[in-house]
Structures are given as C-alpha cells and as structure tokens.
C-alpha cells in the first residue's frame, strides 16, 4: 500500500503541475478530493492494514493529502486573484517553489551523532577500509583459531608483501590504529564503512557505516560508559527511552554488554520488529580487554577504558521507520525526499 501511496504522490506532482485553468483545478478536485476520489479511497482502505504498520501509512497518507489539497487552495486563489486585476500577469505572484535537496538519511544521522559526541568531548578518528589481519583480529585479541572470526564473514583480498589484506569487518580496527599511535588520554569516535560476506535482504548489507567508540585514561569505569551510551542514546532516540543493558561477549572487551531500546514500533509489548520481546538491541560495548591494551603498549595496571560500537544504517532505520535497509542504498527520491 505504502509504493502505492508514493505511486499517487508522484501522480499528483504531475497533475499539480496542469493546474493553470479553472478546468483542470476543478478536474483535479473531482479526481482526487470528492468522496469517490483517490484520497478517500485510500483512507477507506486504512482499516484493512495492519495494526503495526497504520503510524507510518496513515502518516504518509496523511502529507499526500495535505499536498494535494494546498496545491488545490493555492490554485484556485491564484485563479481568483488573476480574475481580481485588470493585468493578464500578476508580477506579485510568487515563482513556482523549487524543492531544495537534503542530506541522505545516513549522512544525518552520522552528523547528529558526531555532534552529540563532539559535546561530550569526543574527538573524531578515522582509519583505513583495507585493513591487515592484526588490526581486524589480532590484536583485538581475536586467538587464531577462536570461533569469534565467524561473527563475521571477512572478504580477503590478495595478500601484499606478505601480508594477509582484507576488508575491515568493523571499526574496532581504528581503536588500535589510535592506541598505538597516541598516549592515553584517548577519548574519541570512530565513523567509517565496513564490510561483511553476507547475502543482501532487508536487515543486512554487504557494506554499511559503523561508529566506534573509545575512552582511555586512569580510572574509566563502566558506569561512565553507561552514563555516555544513556545521554547518546536519549540524543538520538528521544528523552523518554527506556533501554537495558544486558551481558555479551565481545573478544575485546571484558565484561561486554549489548544495549536495548524500547521497540519504536510497538513501544515494548511485542511485534514482528523486535520479535516479540519488546526490545530492540542497539550496541555492543564494554571495558577494554587488559591484553588488548598490553598489544598496544599500555599498562593496563596503569590505564582502563571503555569501548562501543553501533551501526549507522540501523539507527537511521530505527529513527525514520523505515523497514527496510536496502531503501537507503537505492536512492529512489520518493524516499529520500521524506526526510
Ligand atoms: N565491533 C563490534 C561489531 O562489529 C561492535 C562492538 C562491540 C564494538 C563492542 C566495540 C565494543 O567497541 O566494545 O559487532
């Protein structure tokens, strides 16, 4: 239903732009705003969809009916007032609006999130997409054989003087690039592309964005990551979220955790979205592994730190209600200019 609301928006651009007669607007209301017109069809037809998915259509119904009937007024006023002067050109009117671009989904949730760190003292790092074996895994004290490499599906690439190449399969990959090239204190996030063998579908793509997140210095506890993750994640996700913590593995950090939000659909009692448990995890995190900090060099009796990591698509998809990821890579500008 919802391709078949953006089929009549399209439908209605083009018939707004043939409104310049008192023929062609009063045609225009008797196709799309009578009783038998278009928009009423659709609102008819709201009580068959379901439940879960009325907030999203209802709204879109609802801007392409606002549309549609202030392309109507505007019309028919301009009529009236061509009618009211004595000259056949009216230069008071205002020139037909030009709708302005925007930033893809993805780049503003990215900006909204450095800014949110950016106010909490965060610095931005950024390291490389092709990446060695040490940095992906090693020394994230990923053991050669440690059944934790299937978490992800690494591309390999041709080795090069040696040297195993492949793509990153997260940002954890820059932690140590900072690690080993600054002194602590190191308080800084991560943003950056990531690869993973995985088949396309809704939910998941070969390539998408990742934020890492890392803080070293004396005495970082995790109630500190705590208190950051909870004041970024009500930045993002509103004031009233309500989220949990819950106990993970991660080879990098001990203890680990992954953090839950609230469902946006179904506001916690349970839906197709968040399979029925009300929650939906957002991030992985946890205190930086003591051999992690020995492979870089720092004394882990001296220094601790935290560490987390979320994906960007999956915000955007969270914020926007947008259901399904591959929308974001297509560019169809029937979505992008909803946002
Ligand atoms: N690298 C993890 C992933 O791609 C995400 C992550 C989890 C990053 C925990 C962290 C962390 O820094 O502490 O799934």
């Not at 505007?74 to 009236?80: Q, T, V």
């Not at 930033?103 to 950016?118: N, R, S, W």
């Not at 690494?154 to 793509?167: N, P, V």
């Not at 900072?178 to 204190?185: A, G, H």
Request: charged share 30%; glycine share 6%.
């Amino acid at each position: 239903m919802i391709q078949e609301l953006l089929a009549l928006s399209e439908q209605l651009d083009t018939d707004i732009q043939t409104l310049n007669d008192e023929q062609s607007i009063e045609a225009f209301r008797l196709k799309h705003l009578v009783k038998k017109g278009t928009l009423q069809t659709f609102v008819d037809r709201l009580r068959d969809v379901p439940k879960e998915e009325k907030p999203i259509i209802g709204k879109t119904l609802n801007e392409v009916r606002r549309k549609a009937e202030q392309a109507w007024t505007e019309a028919k006023d301009s009529i009236e007032n061509q009618k009211n002067t004595t000259a056949s050109i009216d230069v008071t009117l205002p020139s037909r609006r030009q709708r302005r671009g925007t930033t893809h989904p993805i780049t503003q949730t990215l900006d909204k999130a450095i800014a949110v760190f950016k106010k909490l003292g965060f610095d931005i790092a950024e390291g490389p997409d092709i990446e060695n074996d040490a940095h992906n895994f090693g020394l994230l004290n990923f053991a050669d054989d440690h059944p934790a490499r299937d978490m992800q599906d690494t591309f390999f690439l041709d080795e090069k003087h040696g040297e195993k190449l492949l793509l990153r399969t997260h940002t954890s990959s820059v932690q140590i690039r900072l690690m080993t090239s600054q002194k602590p204190p190191i308080r800084a996030i991560m943003p950056g592309r990531v690869y993973r063998n995985e088949a396309v579908s809704a939910r998941s793509l070969a390539e998408f964005h990742q934020v890492e997140g890392l803080y070293i210095d004396k005495n970082v506890t995790f109630a500190q990551l705590k208190g950051t993750l909870v004041a970024f994640a009500k930045e993002m996700y509103g004031k009233d979220l309500k989220y949990r913590f819950r106990p993970s593995y991660f080879p990098f950090t001990e203890p680990s955790a992954e953090m839950d939000i609230t469902c946006y659909l179904c506001g916690g009692k349970g839906c197709r979205v968040c399979k029925y448990t009300g929650w939906l995890e957002i991030l992985g995190c946890g205190m930086v592994h003591p051999n992690v900090l020995r492979n870089c060099g720092i004394d882990p009796d001296e220094y601790s730190g935290y560490a987390f990591g979320f994906g960007i698509e999956r915000v955007t998809l969270l914020t926007t209600g947008i259901d399904d990821i591959r929308y974001l890579y297509e560019n169809d500008v029937r979505v992008l200019r909803q946002f």
